[in-house]
């Protein structure tokens, strides 16, 4: 089982800008297609940005964070990262990554992991 590690969250304020990092444990294990997701409820995660692992990478975002937030991929260090600009308190989660499963509602396909918390103060 593959375990994907999240970081770069933390305390900002309205406006201000993070970085989260995503990664696998596993070190021999090259990422495939990955998306952020963030936790919205007790059980239900919502996907904010996906980048495919084909094509060059393309990348899709929810509306609510389209122009702010940027998705992309360092392959030499096998990351993906959420660039987040012009935070909002709106955006407060704790945000997860994992590998979309597209024929299941984009469900992750991993175990997941701890998450990183982003916590945008007004």
């Known amino acids: 089982q593959v375990h994907l590690v999240e970081s770069g969250g933390g305390l900002v304020q309205a406006g201000g800008s993070l970085r989260l990092s995503c990664t696998a444990a596993?070190?021999?294990?090259?990422?495939?297609?990955i998306g952020w997701y963030r936790q919205v409820s007790d059980n239900q995660r919502e996907l904010v940005a996906a980048l495919t692992v084909g094509g060059g990478g393309v990348p899709t975002y929810a509306d609510f964070v389209k122009g702010r937030f940027t998705i992309s991929r360092d392959t030499a260090k096998n990351t993906v990262y959420l660039q987040m600009n012009n935070l909002q308190p709106e955006d407060t989660a704790v945000y997860f990554c994992?590998?979309?499963?597209?024929?299941?509602?984009?469900?992750?396909?991993?175990?997941w992991g701890q998450g990183t918390q982003v916590t945008v103060s007004s």
């Open positions: 596993e070190s021999t294990f090259t990422l495939p297609s």
């Open positions: 994992n590998a979309p499963n597209y024929y299941k509602n984009l469900e992750g396909r991993f175990d």
